[in-house]
């Protein structure tokens, strides 16, 4: 079995809608998120000539695997129906596939193995994918170059959150007097990351445009 | 489900009653025989091998105040507290009229648990609880109950069904170790899961010693042991009576349950086509000796065993365990032989990938290659020297953020890659010089020390002049 698996840290910039505040609540400046969504890196456009080699898909496959993210968001500017922040993104994806027979190319003989209830927003921000290839003797090698390093990319996100708070006020109410937390929200978002160090064709390019699912609450 | 039941066994470590004139009697759990399995983690209760063992659990009995009239019994079963219950059939008199003046440690033994009204009591498999009543009676002819208390001790004498569907993939340096459990719909009865693996030069388990009779139940033996603490005769205490009752309790061969073998393999663990000749084999008793992984959780259902032999033939199997510590036989064996594959980062460079890897950015960039001799100097001074100093840390991380943009221009600008290069190898020089200080201080200190005096003794010989 070979796997590749990435962290991820980026940096974001959140323009969004927000929840319109209630007379009595707590200061709010920050919000916390849990997301997971499918990833399938574009590795494939990069090596060579376009179309030359599949090699993420060879070893991985067509299947897609989850990555999961957290992000930590400051909203430094809050006015009423929109709200400005940056923000911390940081996350993991890991993902297993057979290794090939050196002479054939073949894949290894492995088993198959009435406030607005949906506030909008839209974040970019610039990303860091640290990425590492493992085999059963630890780190993957080639003639010299050593399966691991990091690329630098940009990312983009667009959704929707279903406030919660919506659905029972008054534990709502209660949440915020006791904890501090005004919101909570379900959301989904479309995700775009272009993960290839800004155009560098020899940079491995864990690009991918995806969506995303999680929870997230303000505070 | 056993799991749900009560867990009297701790219940019985705070048990306080009032007794007649302001005594008071106390039950608690003094200690249990050490288990070869580690106790941490598992319910609380006997399993099969301290059943087998016949290793106790051990109550201390103590009173305060003046004591009444009345004898001490125990008995083990279902509402022996009541008199018409209290016959062999119902309840198993563990200790009957001792006097009060005797109390002191008392024991549980695991059969007494397991099959209380067994005759003698056995382990026989099964799983459940069993009440224990501590009653003292009035020494009359009514016998009636001045005080009692009463613990619930679960047990688990049924091993678990072995893994199904039992799969293995080679790669390299590795085995991929993928299984399955018989009866999904009670995921209870597997708590954990080891993976066994054996091959040619791995060393073969001790076999284990036979039990030794337990010579801590024994009065004629512990002279320090209290009379109430004597197992009553038909407990075994030899190490004949243990194995006749471990292989009472063992269930005849079912040619229908056994696990199967795999095509490839040898169930004597003779040498079969794929298969190394020795080990283990199906349906053997599980020995720590050929475990290859540390105990997985309850959604196991694959491992990697890593750090093979390639072109080596192993076997492998996996061993189900349940609430309790009980494990069972050794599932279906298949073989498997680690050999060369392509690794995802050998594919993606004989297709071309453009990626070196690595993190030296701007080195990497200016001598084209991540393993230069002047990149690994700068690499091994990054690592040993400036990440091991007060803030070296910080530094190398503001590197990485700031270098990316300068290593992509030198990739591109051949006459400037040059003129780093240039650059670079004093630098290289001086990183490779503190590596070799740090990894050899004493000789560094010596080299300097000999510098010094050649630079002191230059020094003299010029004010000389």
Not at chain 2, 252 to 264: L, T
């Amino acid at each position: 079995m070979r796997s590749l698996a990435a962290c991820i840290a980026a940096a974001v910039l959140l323009v969004g809608a927000t929840a319109l505040a209630q007379e009595g609540e707590s200061p709010q400046r920050f919000a916390v998120e849990l997301k997971f969504g499918p990833y399938y890196p574009d590795v494939d456009t990069e090596p060579g000539e376009p179309g030359v080699g599949t090699p993420y898909e060879d070893v991985f496959g067509e299947k897609q695997t989850f990555m999961f993210l957290a992000e930590f968001d400051w909203q430094f500017l809050r006015l009423p129906g929109i709200s400005f922040g940056i923000g911390l993104l940081a996350g993991y994806f890991q993902d297993s596939g057979k290794g090939l027979d050196p002479d054939t190319g073949e894949r290894a003989a492995l088993p198959r193995f009435t406030k607005v209830p949906l506030v909008p927003f839209v974040k970019a921000g610039v990303s860091y994918y640290i990425w590492w290839v493992e085999n059963g003797r630890g780190i993957g090698r080639y003639e010299g170059t050593t399966g691991y390093g990091g690329t630098w990319g940009w990312n983009f996100s667009a959704g929707l959150m279903l406030l919660l708070d919506f659905f029972e006020p008054s534990a709502s109410r209660t949440f915020d007097q006791e904890v501090g937390v005004n919101n909570s929200y379900l959301y989904a978002d479309f995700f775009l990351a272009r993960i290839d160090n800004f155009g560098d064709r020899n940079k491995l390019n864990l690009s991918d445009m995806t969506w995303t699912v999680g929870l997230a609450i303000e505070f | 489900m056993t799991r749900a039941l009560p867990a009297g066994l701790l219940l019985a470590a705070a048990l306080f009653a009032a007794w007649p004139a302001g005594a008071q009697l106390s039950v608690t759990f003094l200690e249990r025989e050490e288990s070869a399995s580690d106790r941490d983690g598992y319910e609380d209760g006997f399993n099969i091998e301290e059943c087998e063992n016949d290793m106790p659990m051990t109550f201390r009995l103590s009173y305060t105040g003046s004591l009444g009239a009345g004898d001490l019994y125990v008995y083990l079963g279902s509402s022996c507290n009541e008199k018409e219950n209290r016959d062999e059939d119902r309840c198993y008199a563990a200790v009957e009229n001792r006097p009060l003046e005797t109390l002191s440690n008392f024991s549980i033994y695991p059969n007494w648990v397991v099959d209380p009204m067994g005759d003698p009591p056995t382990c026989a498999e099964g799983e459940g609880a069993t009440d224990v009543w501590f009653l003292v009676l009035a020494d009359d002819s009514d016998q009636s109950v001045v005080y009692q208390s009463q613990a619930t001790i679960n047990y688990d004498t049924m091993p678990p069904q072995p893994p199904v569907d039992i799969e293995a993939g080679y790669g390299e340096g590795m085995i991929s170790v993928r299984w399955d459990v018989a009866e999904p719909d009670f995921p209870d009865e597997w708590e954990h899961f080891w993976v066994m693996c054996w091959g040619e030069g791995m060393s073969v388990p001790e076999p284990s010693p036979e039990p030794a009779p337990d010579a801590s139940t024994d009065p004629a033996t512990d002279p320090a042991a209290d009379p109430v603490d004597d197992p009553p005769d038909d407990v075994p205490d030899d190490a004949d009576d243990v194995d006749d009752d471990a292989a009472a309790s063992d269930p005849a061969p079912d040619p229908a349950s056994d696990p199967p073998v795999s095509d490839g393999s040898a169930s004597d663990g003779s040498s079969a086509e794929g298969c190394p000749a020795g080990g283990f084999s199906a349906g053997d008793a599980f020995d720590e000796g050929y475990a290859c992984s540390d105990r997985l959780g309850q959604s196991s259902r694959s491992f990697d065993l890593r750090g093979l032999t390639n072109n080596q033939p192993y076997m492998v199997s996996v061993v189900a365990e349940d609430a309790f510590g009980n494990k069972s036989v050794i599932g279906a064996i298949v073989c498997e032989t680690p050999m060369e594959v392509d690794d995802f980062w050998e594919v993606y460079k004989k297709q071309g990938g453009g990626d070196d890897g690595g993190f030296c950015f701007v080195a990497t960039a200016a001598y084209g290659h991540y393993d230069h001799p002047a990149v690994r100097s700068l690499r091994a001074f990054r690592d040993e020297v400036l990440e091991a100093m007060p803030g070296g840390g910080l530094a190398v991380r503001a590197y990485y953020r700031a270098s990316p943009p300068a290593a992509r221009w030198l990739r591109e600008h051949p006459t400037a890659r040059t003129g780093a290069r240039a650059a670079l190898w004093p630098a290289a020089g001086a990183a490779r010089a503190a590596v070799e200080a740090v990894r050899h201080p004493l000789a560094t200190l010596a080299l300097f020390m000999a510098l010094a005096a050649c630079a002191l003794a230059l020094v003299r010989r010029g004010a000389r002049r």
